[in-house]
């Protein structure tokens, strides 16, 4: 049995101090014993990548610096989250209660959670689990999630203890911190650099206030041209992902800022529009965590052609991955995506589309692929995401992007093509999106860019044939209308 007054605060994706509701609260009671679990078995799943765990490691290594000076430095061990809390009840000399916020992950995550309830549970150890965000655990009707949502979002901040009390052992000593793994120690396949501006609160900090101050300014019109994105986009997604600042205060910086100035009201009012819709998506997975492998509607699963068994389909995968697929906008976003971690929402969106709709590719077979790539991957809103992109929601407006289309509205001189797509580099001008209208003496060179990997009319008009079919047998039987009555928006409609 633990000690009365010890308290473990399990830090997970909600690395910071500041708007730490379950931090604070502890502090409150007794002595903190701050706690961070590297999992292995984690960062073996197919979504996960060692670009995410870089962003965590920058991030530990700051939160543990915060924590130290507030008088308690962070604990980091490793292993199956069970036996680390088997183990640290040892070596703390026993603890009575964790404090954690509650997470909505990965089936991974899903299923480590209820497992470290059940120790807890039959070790007489009481579990605090407090919302995160605006994300409701057992939400009994949708109905009710704006309302819950809108009174959480008007709670205060929560400010960081001023001081926390140390764990001191019978002997006088004092827990090791244990070391922070590394991307190579965990054994993890090299991947893209993190920037500076990516891990951390301190930088979480800093990109918001770059972003309500300055950057926000035209936010509505840059946001889905992958060039004026960039820039233009508040790049907190990652930051929201790992918790290095919290949605909460994100939304309040951005409601003062828009009262400050008024010039900028409309594109703060466009930007809190996105934040609320993160909300919204990721309280789908957290009402249905079986989106991260099943269909909204069943009748899709076996639609589309599976790259584990159909030869076709693993030669269009690749294509697709490496930005060989012969169509300029897709292959320069992959390629853009894959060398920094990140793209504007609307070209994700015609990735996907065109890996579900043109390529004719399983969502469950390309969902990892973008999850690994996402610097800002959060499961949260991937999956109902990729699902929606795909035309497997059944309640969803289908949407298939016409990628000559995309490039000439969002790149229409084409320099976003050339810089990605170096083998159109001798292309000038808007004629880059469709290279295949060119003589015949361009295919080949340079380096031998590849003809339309398929023929984008045909492709959708088989496309709208086979998921019309499902999504007309599941309006018949019901199905889309318990899903719209499950996960639809309640917002009132536009007058």
């Known amino acids: 049995m633990g000690t009365v007054d010890l308290h473990v605060v399990w830090f997970k994706r909600d690395l910071r101090v500041r708007d730490h509701e379950p931090l604070t609260r502890a502090a409150e009671r007794g002595p903190v014993l701050p706690l961070y679990i590297v999992e292995p078995d984690l960062w073996r799943q197919p ?12 991030s530990l290594t700051e939160l543990r610096a915060t924590l130290s000076k507030l008088g308690s430095p962070l604990i980091v061990r490793t292993g199956e989250a069970v036996t680390v809390f088997q183990q640290l009840m040892r070596e703390s000399e026993g603890f009575a209660h964790i404090w954690a916020h509650e997470e909505t992950g990965n089936n991974f995550t899903y299923r480590r959670d209820r497992a470290v309830l059940r120790w807890a549970r039959a070790s007489g150890v009481a579990v605090t689990e407090i919302p995160h965000d605006f994300v409701v655990r057992r939400l009994t009707s949708r109905d009710d999630w704006s309302a819950i949502a809108r009174e959480r979002m008007a709670q205060p901040i929560f400010v960081p203890p001023a001081k926390l009390n140390p764990v001191a052992l019978r002997n006088g000593s004092t827990l090791e911190p244990g070391p922070i793994p590394t991307v190579a120690e965990l054994h993890l396949s090299p991947s893209r650099s993190v920037a500076p501006n990516e891990a951390g609160e301190m930088a979480g900090r800093q990109t918001m206030k770059s972003f309500l101050e300055t950057r926000c300014v035209g936010y509505e019109r840059n946001l889905s041209s992958p060039i004026t994105a960039w820039d233009g986009c508040s790049r907190l997604s990652t930051h929201l992902t790992y918790g290095t600042v919290s949605l909460r205060e994100v939304i309040g910086r951005t409601r003062r800022a828009a009262g400050l100035n008024p010039s900028y009201r409309f594109s703060l009012k466009a930007f809190e529009e996105r934040l609320h819709w993160r909300s919204h998506f990721v309280q789908k997975l957290e009402d249905q965590p079986s989106l991260e492998t099943d269909s909204y509607v069943s009748g899709f699963d076996e639609l589309r052609l599976d790259p584990a068994s159909n030869a076709l389909a ?16 897709i292959d320069a976003c992959i390629r853009s995506l894959n060398e920094t971690g990140w793209i504007n929402f609307r070209m994700r969106a015609m990735l996907m589309s065109f890996a579900s709709y043109d390529l004719w590719l ?3 077979a390309t969902a990892p692929y973008l999850a690994r790539s996402f ?3 959060e499961p949260g809103i991937h999956y109902p995401q990729v699902q929606m992109q795909s035309g497997t929601t059944g309640i969803n407006t289908i949407r298939i992007y016409d990628p000559v289309k995309q490039g000439l509205d969002h790149d229409p001189n084409g320099d976003f093509v050339r810089r990605w797509v170096p083998e159109l580099g001798g292309i000038d001008g808007a004629a880059v999106h469709q290279p295949w209208l060119l003589a015949d003496t361009f295919w080949g060179v340079p380096n031998g860019y590849p003809p339309p990997i398929v023929n984008h009319a045909d ?13 007309l047998r ?6 889309s209308a318990a899903i719209h009555e499950q996960h639809g928006s309640r917002r009132p409609k536009k007058r």
């Open 375 to 377: 610097v800002d991957y």
């Open 314 to 329: 693993a030669d269009r995968l690749e294509a697709w991955m490496k930005g060989k697929t012969g169509f300029p906008m």
């Open 459 to 471: 492709a959708v008009a088989h496309a709208w044939s086979s998921v019309d079919q499902i999504r």
């Open 47 to 58: 979504d996960s990548a060692a670009q995410h765990y870089a962003v965590i490691e920058q």
């Open 362 to 364: 399983d969502w469950r």
């Open 474 to 479: 599941a309006r018949k039987s019901g199905e």
